[in-house]
């Protein structure tokens, strides 16, 4: 009996401890709970804020950008420009907004600015393309080889749509959008079709030598003296360019306004070949004659 109540005994003693031990880890866990709930208040708030900040950023970016974008409208400044700065300015404020955000979390701006030198040092090595590419379009910008809205030939060719930080947009005659780098325009051969507000359709056609050449000039002088898009100041010139092997070749040349070059091109070509062959004249192409002989 007295075997059985000295267990009794060590067994509350032993839960008696227990309890100590959970009351004290209790009291642990709630210090511990005291002493981060600040930290995690804090911390929450300062990502509310931050999410407050970016929302409302981004919506002052946009802002700013169409002020500024008024503004040079305004201002009259060319389209290239505008598109330059448009981009330069929307760069350099995402910067600023994240130099913001990351500076309520306890990181110092000047540290902030320390990290972005260093870090810029060594992308610009790595990225020496992309700089050669700014730097060009700060070229163009200054040289003006081209506007937004003018032809180019750059090894693409293209309408002009919008010259950014590093590229230049083009869009080709059948709708596609072509990204050429601004370093490469800045360094490479352009040609500018539409630069000048007249341009001059050339035209080459041969004929027979059994054909009756003074006929054929006529024909070729009256149409393009004829165009109704011919800039009135400039004559109309026909000649013959060239003796061939096969064919006398007659060049012509007309005077239009840039935009009216391929209409006028495309409609001169099909008069030119409608008139002469009303008129009997031949325009040689490339045959074979294959003469079969038999065996006597």
Sequence with gaps: MVVMYAAQADAIESAAKEIENVKEDANVLMKYLQDSVPSLISFGVNLLVSFLII???LKLIKLVRRLIRHSLERAE????????????VK?????????????????QSSSIIAVVGSAGLAVGLALQGSLANLAGGVIILLVKP????????AGEEGTVKEIELFYTKLL??????????????????????TA?????????????YTSDLRIAKEIMYELLENCSERLPEEEAVVFVSELADSAVIIGGRVWV????????????????????????IEIPFQQVDVHITSAS
């Design 55 to 57: 929302f409302a950023g």
């Design 77 to 88: 400044v060319e389209k290239g420009v505008q598109q330059f700065i448009d981009s330069l």
């Design 91 to 107: 760069y350099m404020l995402y910067i600023f907004l994240i130099i913001i955000i990351v500076g309520r979390f306890g990181v």
């Design 146 to 153: 081209f506007r937004v809205g003018d032809y180019i030939i």
């Design 172 to 193: 080709t005659v059948d709708n596609k959008q072509i990204m050429i780098p601004n370093g490469t325009l800045a360094n490479g051969n352009i040609v500018n079709v």
């Design 196 to 208: 000048q507000q007249k341009r001059r359709v050339d035209f080459s056609v041969g004929i027979g």
């Design 257 to 280: 306004a840039a935009e009216d070059y391929w209409n006028v091109k495309w409609a001169l070509t099909e008069k030119i070949k409608l008139a002469f062959d009303e008129k009997g």
